[in-house]
T-cell receptor
């Protein structure tokens, strides 16, 4: 079974600074997808960034980027120029390649609560 | 394009009752997944439906069931409610053409239904 581990229950960062959230996963699959979602106090789960395992290039989305180390099974999220609106719970998630017969599911880590200090 | 919608947003029930939650996916999305979020267990996968068929099921008792309609809308039902069923229930949709390896693997989440069992 796949597992996802986020070892940092809480992190804090000063506004405009950079912070990195850690995530490791375990899988025997070779074809899969990794995601970072954020969940603000509204509880709405919002996609931040996604990474396909077959792509060596790290994904970036504006101020958000990842460091994907496939051999080490590590998938960290870097937030640059942190803003107050970035404060939220961040979840790392894994999903194996979907198939029409067996579908697939997201497996989530425990989450990291990010605080942004003004 | 409208996002994933879930109704109702809040629900209070008593032990022993049953409840039905509804989810309407993003237009064009045919896969719907359900997740339970609790402080103690985190985010756990319930089931996934695609083309009106359950494709994947999590480790929940038979009191939890679901279905999908021809318009891709989905419902989940919990019978004989227990106190431990109090949770945020999240629905997510994603696009799949029905063939393995379609590029869109991202799940988009609705705002959730918060269920309180007294």
């Amino acid at each position: 079974a796949q597992t996802v581990t986020q070892s940092q229950p809480e992190m804090s960062v000063q506004e405009a600074e950079t912070v990195t959230l850690s995530c490791t996963y375990d899988t025997s699959e070779s074809d899969y997808y990794l995601f970072w979602y954020k969940q603000p106090p509204s509880r709405q789960m919002i996609l931040v960034i996604r990474q396909e395992a077959y792509k060596q290039q790290n994904a970036t989305e504006n101020r958000f980027s990842v460091n994907f180390q496939k051999a080490a099974k590590s998938f960290s999220l870097k937030i640059s120029d942190s803003q107050l609106g970035d404060a939220a719970m961040y979840f790392c998630a894994y999903r194996r390649r979907w198939s029409g017969t067996s579908g697939s599911r997201l497996t989530f880590g425990e989450g990291t609560q990010l605080t942004v200090n003004p | 394009k409208a996002g994933v919608t879930q109704t109702p947003r809040y629900l209070i029930k008593t032990r022993g009752q049953q409840v039905t939650l509804s989810c309407s996916p993003i237009s064009g999305h045919r896969s719907v997944s359900w997740y339970q979020q609790t402080p103690g267990q985190g985010l756990q996968f319930l089931f996934e439906y695609f083309s009106e068929t359950q494709r994947n099921k999590g480790n929940f008792p038979g009191r939890f069931s679901g279905r999908q309609f021809s318009n891709s809308r989905s419902e989940m039902n919990v019978s004989t409610l227990e106190l431990g069923d109090s949770a945020l229930y999240l629905c997510a949709s994603s696009f799949h053409s029905g063939f393995s390896g379609t590029p869109q693997e991202t799940q988009y989440f609705g705002p959730g239904t918060r269920l309180l069992v007294l």
